[in-house]
Structures are given as C-alpha cells and as structure tokens.
C-alpha cells in the first residue's frame, strides 16, 4: 500500500478517534443544544414533570425521578443533576467523605453543601465512576454538571494553597467526556475555564442574568430584578462565551405567580441572545405543576 495512502487512513483514524474523545458529533457545541431548544430544569422527584409537553431538554435531579426508559424521555434529551465543586450532606455519599482533607466550609448560601477541592483524585473517581455511572445507568442522555465556580471561591480565599484547582476541573470535566464520549453535558458557570472546556461540553448555564432571588432580613427571600452592574459582569462573560461556539441557557429566577415578572424576564434574556428558563429558587417547580393536584391522590 502506498506510504501516502497509509498516511492518509491513519490520519482519518486519528480524526475519529479525537471526534469520539473529545466530542464531535456528541459534544461539538450547538450540535445537540441551541437557541431554540426548549429546556426545563426541576429538581423535585414528581415524576409527573415527565408529561410535560413542548420541551426538548429536561434537566432532573435523577435522584429524585429515578429511572427513565425510552417511553419516559419520548426522544427529549434528559440529563441528570452531578454538584462536582459540592457535596451536599444528605447525599448518600457523604458519611464516606465527610472526614477527607479536600471537603471544607460550608457554602453560605446552602448551608447543607460542602466546598470540594477538585483536584482530588478520590472526588474524580467518586463522580466519574459512581455517580455519572449511576445517571447514565438510570437511563438518563447525560449530565448537568452544577458548582463549577467552586474553583473561584476557593482561588479568591486563599490562591496559594488551591493553586490549581481550575486545572482540576477541566481535568475533571475532561475525564467525564472521556469516559462518556456520547453524554450530553452542560456546565453550570465556569467562565474563568470555559474557553478550555468549550470542545468537551455541549452548552453552558448561567444563574440570573436578568431576574434574580435575595435573602432578607427575616430569613427568608424575595424575587427581583438583577443588579445593573451584575447584569453587565454576566453580559461579558456571555458574550465570551458565545464567542467561542457554546449555546448560552439562562436559568432566571422570578415569583411564578407574577406573571409580568415571568415574562419580563424571558423577553429581557431573549434580546441578549440566549436561551432562558424561569423558575422559582429551589427548582422545584415545572410548568403546570401549581395546577395539579398532590401526588398520590394525597
């Protein structure tokens, strides 16, 4: 066979080969994700969300709705929830872990999550070949990979001893499209590393671009508008990231029964030219779910 013959088949094989590995036809941006993708995000486990009509993408707390078939999904893309910068205590995992050197405080605004130092090889191996094997065993197309930007808060609290956590996470990020070249993965945030992970997800996420939630004083919260100034932090990062190919999903927060703030906020995130989806803070609401009656005939 003729050398440049040889060459030629080898350099294809290496073509499909880094097709598979590092996405292609599974994780190329836009290819499976995009602007007009209808998607919904819930964490609860009623499995009536399920029959919800006119999306296209659920992301689920696979925990809570447990397996799908191909009947449940009826061709939509549904993607089960991993936290890979937190461990949250009433995880099933967490009487394993709590003790290890590479959990540390509490996030102040979920005070039942635990930030994790990425770098720790015991968390890769406990989110690769555990918890993403259970999702995709669960029947489920892939992963909604959440607290990503746990990487800056431990960089900005001390940036000498995290040194590297941002290269653990893409190398996380990394080993999970590895292991799974034809998930669907979305990442939740992640700016400061999402021009080093834009060939290995298949979209990002950001949280309140345009409506948002806020503690107050009487320990509860209230629903408003985002801060100008947070809006134009975010609209850097979202055009940044729309520069380098990645479908941008904009997770809005708003009081579902005020139905102007509803829409205020899908028009507002729309003009920006991303793709949004408004809930309430705990996402355990989905479309129709205040109109019907409590599960179980309860």
């Known amino acids: 066979m003729p050398k440049l013959l040889i060459l030629s ?3 294809t094989i290496l073509s499909l080969w880094l097709s598979t590995a590092f996405g292609g036809a599974a994780g190329d941006p836009g290819k499976r994700i995009t602007l007009d993708t209808r998607w919904l995000c819930y964490y609860g486990d009623d499995r009536r969300v399920l029959d919800v009509e006119g999306y296209d993408l659920f992301i689920l707390e696979s925990e809570g709705i447990g397996e799908l078939t191909d009947a449940d999904k009826r061709g939509r893309i549904c993607v089960g929830y991993i936290s890979i910068g937190e461990a949250d205590t009433y995880r099933w995992f967490w009487p394993d872990i709590a ?10 605004d979920w005070p039942d999550a635990r930030l994790i130092d990425p770098r720790s090889e ?15 065993h669960l029947g ?16 900005e609290e001390d940036a000498d001893r995290f040194g590297g956590a941002d290269d ?58 985002t801060a100008p100034e947070a809006k134009a932090w975010l609209r850097t990062r979202l055009n940044r990231t729309k520069a380098v190919g990645l479908p941008v999903l904009a997770l809005e927060y708003a009081d579902i029964g005020d139905k102007a ?24 609401w989905f479309p129709g779910s205040e109109s019907l009656p409590p599960p179980g005939g309860q």
Do not use: C
Request: no cysteine.
């Open 9 to 11: 088949l080898a350099l």
């Open 99 to 108: 003790q290890k050197n590479w959990v540390h405080a509490a996030n102040p």
């Open 122 to 136: 015991e968390w890769h191996a406990l989110i690769v070949e555990e918890l993403a094997e259970t999702i995709i």
């Open 140 to 155: 489920y197309d892939g992963f909604f990979l959440d607290t990503i930007d746990t990487i800056d808060t431990l960089l």
């Open 168 to 225: 653990g996470m893409v190398g996380l990020i990394g080993k999970l499209r590895a292991a799974y070249p034809g998930a669907v993965i979305i990442a939740n945030g992640g700016f400061s590393i999402v021009t080093r992970v834009a060939r290995t997800v298949d979209a990002v996420m950001y949280e309140s671009t345009q409506s948002t939630w806020r503690g107050n004083e009487k320990g509860g919260f209230t629903y408003g508008e």
């Open 261 to 284: 703030m509803v829409d205020k906020a899908y028009d507002a995130a729309r003009k920006t030219g991303v793709n949004p989806y408004v809930s309430v803070r705990d996402l355990h």
